[in-house]
């Protein structure tokens, strides 16, 4: 097998055979394919695609670069969720201890945020001790004792992936259906779970900016668990705009908290309960009422517990940013749109996310939006309140904002987009 033949397929738009693909994943993984060439790869899979017999094999291949884990030995059903990323996408920190609560074990590998979208393990480190480095043993015993673990992925899980991620960021080569699809479902499938629910999200602050790319995308992703055994389920969902009030780290675990404490955003409790209800449908468990669990405060039992399993302070005073800005409202009317792309880069700007994998984020920085579209506004009233413990950052973050919103003539109708658009099951 030779590297070049490899890549002359899948240029000149040929289908890649098992061997071919089995081999290239594995002599990437050990080395022996380099960088430029694996890239080379990756760019004529991003041109040419790939069908659904070659993104199965390829995703196979990348599970067998790595471990897989195994949860038999837990007395109750397993239940994940992943999203695609998005704005303000808080909803795995209310979400897996409510399921939990609910009955099903909930293993969560969840990454860190790059560019404009958020990351969930970013956000937990904003709690003072708490701990995104398990051991697998550890993990184990958290998801055991507490029903939930959220904690980053293990470097034995899909290494393949991990490296040509890394690859396929700097290459210009992410926004690839079969390698989104590939590079999710392998993670997911190693990780053990009996079942799995994914938020595709579509929109400005979304990868998949289309519902035609977000369904390929997601029956991809359902077609690829299905046939491995996870019952899989996918539910296409808005990201127009940020959900809920708050892009940032330590402003998102409070908004999180205020939501498991039985109040919150009303699109981030109905998103939450909507994906609750599938995970724990998937689950096979039946007879359970999330919206009680979020009501009675098990969830939040189930949080504390949680936390407080990986080291952090459940009680502990969050971060605060040292600054502060107001945006104002220009004018007075009917916000018709408020942009989920460009308050996600404000937020990254303020210096909620990372530029590149090493740096450091601040866990007080953020966008507090205090008004959503639909809801009428006066001129000069807050709109958006921007964090940062560095105010020289507030010029570039305004930068992202001068377009980011819409104010339509007082009695404008508007219409909400759904925050549920489809499911794929
Ligand atoms: N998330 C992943 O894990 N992989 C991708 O390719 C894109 C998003």
């Not at 890239?39 to 659904?52: D, E």
């Not at 398990?134 to 470097?155: H, K, R, Y």
């Not at 949080?303 to 004018?331: F, N, Y």
């Amino acid at each position: 097998m030779d590297v070049i033949s490899v890549i002359r397929t899948k240029r000149d738009r040929g289908e890649l055979s098992p061997e071919q693909i089995d081999w290239v994943i594995d002599a990437y993984t050990r080395g022996e394919v380099a960088d430029e060439q694996m890239s080379a790869l990756a760019m004529a899979i991003l041109l040419n695609g790939m069908n659904r017999t070659e993104i199965a094999r390829w995703t196979a291949a990348m599970i067998a670069s790595g471990e897989r884990m195994n949860f038999d030995a837990l007395s109750r059903p397993t239940a994940d969720k992943h999203s695609t990323g998005g704005v303000g996408d808080k909803i795995t920190l209310p979400l897996a201890p409510l399921v939990a609560a609910c009955g099903a074990a909930v293993p969560q590998l969840s990454g860190r945020g790059l560019g404009h979208t958020g990351g969930t393990l970013d956000k937990l480190e904003s709690i003072p001790g708490w701990r995104a480095l398990l051991s697998n043993e550890e993990m184990l015993n958290v998801l055991d004792t507490t029903g939930a673990v959220i904690c980053a992925a293990g470097d034995g899980l899909a290494p393949a992936d991990k490296k040509l991620y890394a690859l396929r960021d700097v290459t210009g080569t992410v926004e690839a259906i079969p390698l989104i699809a590939s590079s999710i479902m392998s993670k997911k499938i190693a990780e053990g779970t009996g079942s799995l629910v994914l938020d595709v999200k579509v929109g400005t602050g979304a990868f998949m900016k289309t519902i035609e790319d977000a369904r390929e995308l997601a029956s991809t992703m359902v077609a690829l668990g299905t046939d491995s055994g996870v019952r899989t389920v996918a539910l296409l969902t808005d990201m127009s705009t940020p959900l809920g009030l708050t892009a940032g780290n330590a402003l998102e675990v409070r908004e999180s908290v205020e939501v498991l404490a039985g109040g919150g955003p009303s699109d981030v409790v109905e998103l939450t309960l909507a994906l609750a209800r599938e995970m724990l449908d998937a689950a096979g468990i039946k007879d359970a009422d999330p919206a009680k669990a979020l009501a009675d405060g098990s969830a939040m039992d189930v949080w504390k517990r949680m936390i407080a399993a990986q080291g952090g302070d459940p009680d502990a005073t969050l971060p605060v940013a040292r600054e502060q800005h107001v945006v104002t409202a220009s004018a007075s009317g009917v916000l018709t749109r408020l942009d989920a792309y460009d308050v996600g880069i404000a937020a990254w700007r303020l210096g909620a996310g990372r530029a590149r994998k090493e740096d450091p984020v601040q866990a007080g920085a953020g966008v507090e939006l205090h008004a959503k579209p639909g809801e009428t506004v006066t001129a000069g009233q807050p709109l958006m309140t921007l964090h940062t413990d560095t105010p020289e950052k507030f010029d570039y973050a305004l930068q992202s904002l001068g377009s980011a919103y819409d104010i339509a003539p007082a009695g404008t109708e508007f219409t909400a987009n759904p925050i549920v658009l489809d499911r794929i099951a």
